[in-house]
């Protein structure tokens, strides 16, 4: 503020100036509208002096009067009443303006606003004599009792002008008068800036000739607390007669916003047993106005408290900072002693320091009593009695505490604990989690026979700690007893499983296993009788009074019914009690391996080019259901057919498998090859297999093979073709010769017929009709088979 008054100083520079014309200069800002409205004739409503000056002595004594203004309604001064821009004063019945209490720092300008039926006027005072820092005076702004700045000979002088907010028609006002050094009549003023010629625009007007300065319309201080325009006069062609000068009007504060809350409804919580003064929360209102003045100054209380019980003060609101504190005693405020847990405060904020004219805003503040572990949960019994049958599972009994802190809550909430009575773990207990009670289960079967009753120390204790002056006493404990009662017991064979070793192919009838059984009933006298339960081979059968198992059926290690050589079967027993009880029991029989399975060769079938030059067909390889030493190695030969080994050989590859060779190339056709296999078993078994191979033309990496049926791999028919060729290449004029020539194929084709059939046949036709191309002579026999003359081929189809 400081600097406004300089910048206000500095914009009016004064060249030359004398004390007469600076005191006539306050006299006419002081009397501004208040001799010249008196001079009118008749009666003007309101103020008839509309500013005053107050001197500042360094306080003001309560119920002193300072001043006395002058107000006439024009109608008898009849409930008038009076408002104060300051609450430390008001305007009494005398019209005197009088402190409501000592006052040592005064705002440099008051406002006061008289209001009846009849008049709406305001008044302003300005109080002189205050320390120097004060921004507000006029003697600040005008630099009164200061060393004036020089200033230009033609230059303005304006006095600082004030508008309180909020005024009330009519409009126009006049706040003030503009000075010119100016003859009047010679010139005309001017008025520029925001609110005049600028936007806001209109809110200020001059008078041209004259100088006076008014206000158009109600302002809001809110919204723009002050106004810079500046004034200039020029002449009546528009040339400037005196450079623009600064005016500020600043607009008064009047109390006309009310505290608003940050928040309808704050909420807090406190712990039981807090002390006293303990902070709960933190009120916080606003108010829009001049926060410098009373009218933002804002005071807390706190108006309502519901419930008022057990005392109507249980709190206390700090009257300016707005902190909520407790004042009831620790031992008081008790969770579980209170009449509920949960209270609400209705607080009041009040601005102008909360004087009897200060506006309120209103909030509520819901503070909850927090609970803390001060009370041990205890069992509503000593003893908890239950009883059970012997085997049974579940819970056997439910343990009830009470607990007077806050429900589901860490200070509520128990556990429960076993400390005595089970060593052999048989009993489990948990919480139940929607009523808090300990439920006792069974973890183990129960025996009679073993034990009858148990009895229990069961604890109870909270999920949080106790505070530290409170513990766990006896209640905290108790003793449940819990009677087994006697039930009647199946058989428990042992083992179980029970294991035996036995080789299949065992002869119907032998011994197998015997079933062993105990009842737990060892207080009765039961007898026992056995039965197949699950036999899935049918290959058992067990004594029902001895519980001897034989075989009723061929044991085979190679059935279906057989696991990893393990036979499974499942027996009962039951006794002769009341109601009769059963109990079951597994039998598994290992199988040893006998050799009752002889070997076989895969693959079945080979395939080999006709003309290939590798001889080797196939590796073929042993197999056998038998396990060693009944299985490999194993002997892979050719079959005993004479001849087989002038085409095919068979040689070891390991002791498993064996490589087929041809020893000559085939035609092609589809060979069945016998082989000879044997396993290693003791004795040995053989089996006398045959693979197909066939033989096919190979072109383009593509394999053409004969669709026909398969020959048998014998001497006579392998030879037939290579011997005719061998007699065809060297014949003679020899008669013998070409005798044989001619009768071999019809000696082949009549002896092997049912060999090699028709394709075979087929074959050493062919080989016939490369020896004879020139002479050949087709004949066919009915029946299809073929014969041949001296001049004759194979009939071939």
């Known amino acids: ?40 004739e008749g009666c003007s409503p309101g103020f008839q002096v509309k500013h005053y000056q107050l001197a500042f002595t360094g306080s003001f004594q309560k119920g002193q009067a300072l001043i006395q203004v002058e107000f006439d309604d024009c109608a008898g001064n009849e409930d008038v009443q009076f408002e104060v821009s300051d609450p430390s004063f008001f305007v009494d019945e005398d019209l005197n303006l009088v402190p409501r209490q000592d006052v040592l720092r005064s705002q440099p300008v008051l406002s006061i606003h008289g209001l009846s039926a009849h008049a709406d006027d305001t008044a302003q005072v300005e109080v002189t004599g205050l320390p120097a ?27 600082p002008m004030i508008v309180t907010e909020n005024q009330r028609a009519p409009f126009p006002r006049k706040i003030g008068t503009v000075i010119s050094t100016e003859r009047l009549g010679s010139h005309i003023f001017r008025l520029t800036g925001p609110g005049a010629d600028q936007d806001p625009k209109g809110l200020f007007t001059i008078d041209i000739d004259t100088g006076e300065v008014s206000v158009s319309r109600s302002l809001d201080r809110e919204a723009i607390d002050s106004y810079q325009l500046e004034v200039s006069t020029t002449d009546f062609a528009g040339n400037l007669v005196e450079a623009p000068a600064l005016l500020v009007i600043t607009v008064i504060d009047q109390n006309d916003n009310r505290p608003i809350f940050k928040e309808q409804s704050y909420t807090g919580e406190v712990l039981e047993g807090s002390p006293k003064g303990t902070t709960v929360m933190a009120m916080t209102a606003l108010d829009a106005d001049d926060a410098g003045t009373d009218n933002a100054a804002l005071r807390y209380n ?75 949960p205890e069992f509503t019994r000593t003893l908890f009695e239950a009883h059970v049958f012997e085997g049974s599972s579940g819970v056997v009994v439910n343990l009830t505490v009470d607990d007077r802190d806050d429900p589901d809550t860490g200070a509520w909430r128990a556990i429960y604990s076993i400390i005595k009575g089970d060593p052999t773990l048989s009993f489990k207990i948990q919480t139940n989690p929607d009523n808090n009670e300990g439920m006792l289960s069974i973890s183990k079967p129960l025996d009679y026979e073993a034990k009858a009753p148990h009895t229990l120390l ?91 198992v034989n075989t009723s059926g061929s044991l085979d290690r190679e059935s279906p019914y057989v696991h990893d050589n393990k036979y499974t079967a499942v027996f009962i027993a039951t006794d002769n009690g009341s109601p009769p009880a059963t109990g ?44 060693a ?14 001849g087989l080994d002038k085409t095919w050989k068979v ?101 092997f017929k049912t060999q090699f059939e028709t394709e075979a046949v087929r074959r050493v036709a062919f ?19 073929t014969v041949f003359g001296r001049e004759a081929i194979l009939y071939t189809r």
């Open 1 to 40: 503020m400081e600097d406004r008054c300089v910048s206000a100083r500095n914009a009016r520079v004064f060249m030359r100036i004398d004390l007469t014309r600076l005191l006539l200069c306050v006299f006419q800002v002081a009397r501004v509208g208040g001799q010249e409205d008196g001079g009118h």
């Open 629 to 642: 030493p009944n299985a490999a190695p194993f002997k892979i030969e050719l079959g005993k057919q004479l």
């Open 458 to 548: 069961i604890k109870v204790e909270n999920e949080d700690a106790l505070v530290p002056d409170v513990g766990y006493g006896p209640s905290s404990t108790a003793t449940v007893h819990i009677a087994v009662l006697d039930v009647n017991e199946g058989p428990v064979f042992f083992p179980d499983p029970l294991i035996v070793s036995r080789m299949e192919n065992i002869p119907i009838g032998s011994f197998v296993a015997s079933l062993n059984t105990t009842d737990p009933d060892i207080l009765q006298i039961q007898s026992i009788r056995y039965a197949v339960l699950r036999d899935p081979a049918g290959w058992l059968s067990v004594s029902p009074v001895t519980g001897t």
């Open 302 to 376: 706190i108006v309502r408290q519901s419930p008022d019980k057990p005392s109507p003060s249980m709190f206390y609101i700090d009257a300016e900072r707005g902190d909520i504190v407790t004042v009831i005693s620790n031992k008081l405020l008790d969770r579980e002693t209170l009449p509920t847990t949960t209270y609400e405060l209705e607080i009041v904020a009040k601005d102008m320091a909360g004087s009897e004219v200060g506006l309120t805003g209103t909030a509520t503040a819901t503070i909850t009593i927090t609970d803390k572990n001060d009370h041990a």
């Open 584 to 627: 079951t029991g597994t039998l598994v029989i290992h199988l040893e391996d006998y050799n009752d399975n002889a070997p076989y060769v895969v693959p079945s079938i080979a395939r080999v080019c006709e003309d290939a030059h590798d001889m080797n067909v196939a590796i073929v390889g042993g197999r056998d259901k038998d396990l």
């Open 133 to 159: 820092q004060s921004p507000h005076t006029l003697r600040c702004v005008l630099g009164v009792g200061q060393t004036l700045p020089f200033r230009s000979k033609r230059s303005l002088l304006i006095p």
């Open 767 to 785: 080989s016939f009709i490369s020896c004879q191309e020139n002479r050949y002579r087709r004949q066919t026999v009915p029946g299809k088979r």
């Open 651 to 751: 040689t070891s590859v390991n002791s498993t498998h064996s490589q087929v060779m041809l020893l000559q190339p085939l035609k092609m056709a589809n060979y069945q090859l016998p082989l000879l296999i044997t396993d290693s078993g003791v004795p040995p078994l053989s089996n006398n297999t045959e693979i197909k191979v066939q033989v096919c033309v190979c072109k383009k990496n593509k394999m053409h093979c004969s669709s026909g049926p398969s020959h048998r791999a014998s001497l006579p028919v392998l030879l037939a073709t290579p011997l005719l060729v061998l007699l065809c290449k060297y014949r003679s004029n020899n008669r013998w010769t070409n005798r044989l020539l001619e009768t071999l194929p019809y000696f082949l084709a009549s002896s």
